[in-house]
């Protein structure tokens, strides 16, 4: 499974801004989709998970300001971030889940100013 991460930038605070991932290969039987990142000096953190059914989860910090979608005909996972903060400054990356593995996208860089 390959992934190929889009979008992200530079954005002021309380703007918004859409990341897109795109599977390729072997994508057949791909549950869990995410979106990840990691700030500079901190671990990577899991930001919003899309199961294969559709249901979503999120990290605290960003609950009621990103929401993650997957178009399961095109093969992509989407987070779309609004509202954002200084702090949600990182790279992200997209994940994929498959018969036990975890693939991973290249990271895009997203900075808030404040």
């Known amino acids: 499974v390959q992934l190929q991460a889009s979008g992200g930038g530079l954005v002021q605070s309380g703007g918004s801004l859409g990341l897109s991932c795109a599977a390729s290969g072997s994508i057949f039987s791909i549950n869990d989709m995410d979106w990840y990142r990691q700030a500079p000096g901190k671990q990577r953190e899991l930001v919003a998970t899309?199961?294969?059914?559709?249901?979503?989860n999120y990290t605290d910090s960003v609950k009621g300001r990103f929401t993650i979608s997957r178009d399961n005909a095109k093969n992509t996972v989407s987070l779309q971030m609004n509202v954002l903060k200084p702090e949600d400054t990182a790279v992200y990356y997209c994940s994929a889940r498959r018969l036990g593995f975890q693939y991973w996208g290249q990271g895009t860089q997203v900075t808030v100013s404040s």
């Open positions: 899309i199961t294969g059914g559709g249901s979503t």
